[in-house]
């Protein structure tokens, strides 16, 4: 694999990035939402991921808090496994080729979930280097982070780690440098995108 020096905020060279799976790099929220639609017919109701104001969706579902064992375990192979992954994350093997070791940190609910992403990630035939299951993110050593948690954006904050939110409805109200898009990210990685102009909120 031909590699190259890849460079952020001044002379830090970024060989390692952090991703997050759900929210970042598959859709798993509109799937959910499409076979909960699919399984409860049409007597029920949810709102679209685009309109959730935070991440605890009990409220966005007409069965309440009993979402999460429809979501996590009735109905878990299928969303996990169909669900698609966001169009442009093809851009990550631009990374690769530019020798960057990428790694997936993600923090599932329980075993099935995820075997159900290691076999979405290969079955998507995905560019990664090793696949992380914790809620301690920052764990993990990466120069830098992406993800959509604000939970897992705190950790950064506090553990003093470089990362980019990705932008979604839910974590509107945290302040960071923010991407909206794989592409927008890896841009700003290999030098394409000035990375001082991403420092908003929304």
């Given at each position: 694999?031909?590699?190259?020096?890849?460079?952020?905020?001044?002379?830090?060279?970024?060989?390692?990035?952090?991703?997050?799976?759900?929210?970042?790099?598959?859709?798993?929220?509109?799937?959910?939402?499409?076979?909960?639609?699919?399984?409860?017919?049409?007597?029920?109701?949810?709102?679209?991921?685009?309109?959730?104001?935070?991440?605890?969706?009990?409220?966005?579902?007409?069965?309440?808090?009993?979402?999460?064992?429809?979501?996590?375990?009735?109905?878990?192979?299928?969303?996990?496994?169909?669900?698609?992954?966001?169009?442009?994350?093809?851009?990550l093997f631009r990374l690769r080729d530019a020798g960057v070791e990428i790694n997936i940190i993600t923090n599932q609910p329980n075993y099935e979930t995820a075997l159900y992403t290691m076999h979405w990630l290969n079955k998507a035939n995905f560019p990664y280097d090793s696949i992380h299951f914790t809620s301690r993110k920052t764990d993990v050593e990466c120069d830098i982070y992406l993800d959509d948690g604000n939970?897992?954006?705190?950790?950064?904050?506090?553990?003093?780690?470089?990362?980019?939110?990705?932008?979604?409805?839910?974590?509107?109200?945290?302040?960071?440098?923010?991407?909206?898009?794989?592409?927008?990210?890896?841009?700003?990685?290999?030098?394409?995108?000035?990375?001082?102009?991403?420092?908003?909120?929304?």
């Amino acid at each position: 694999m031909k590699s190259f020096q890849v460079f952020i905020w001044g002379d830090i060279m970024i060989k390692s990035i952090g991703l997050d799976c759900d929210g970042v790099i598959r859709d798993l929220y509109s799937k959910l939402c499409e076979v909960y639609i699919k399984k409860k017919g049409k007597t029920h109701w949810c709102l679209q991921p685009d309109k959730w104001e935070k991440y605890y969706v009990a409220d966005y579902f007409s069965i309440g808090g009993e979402i999460y064992n429809f979501w996590f375990k009735d109905c878990a192979f299928e969303i996990y496994l169909d669900a698609h992954a966001y169009s442009d994350i093809g851009h990550l093997f631009r990374l690769r080729d530019a020798g960057v070791e990428i790694n997936i940190i993600t923090n599932q609910p329980n075993y099935e979930t995820a075997l159900y992403t290691m076999h979405w990630l290969n079955k998507a035939n995905f560019p990664y280097d090793s696949i992380h299951f914790t809620s301690r993110k920052t764990d993990v050593e990466c120069d830098i982070y992406l993800d959509d948690g604000n939970a897992y954006i705190k950790q950064f904050v506090d553990c003093g780690k470089k990362f980019y939110i990705m932008n979604r409805a839910w974590n509107s109200d945290v302040s960071g440098p923010r991407v909206h898009s794989i592409k927008e990210f890896v841009d700003i990685i290999v030098g394409e995108k000035d990375e001082i102009n991403n420092w908003y909120i929304g």
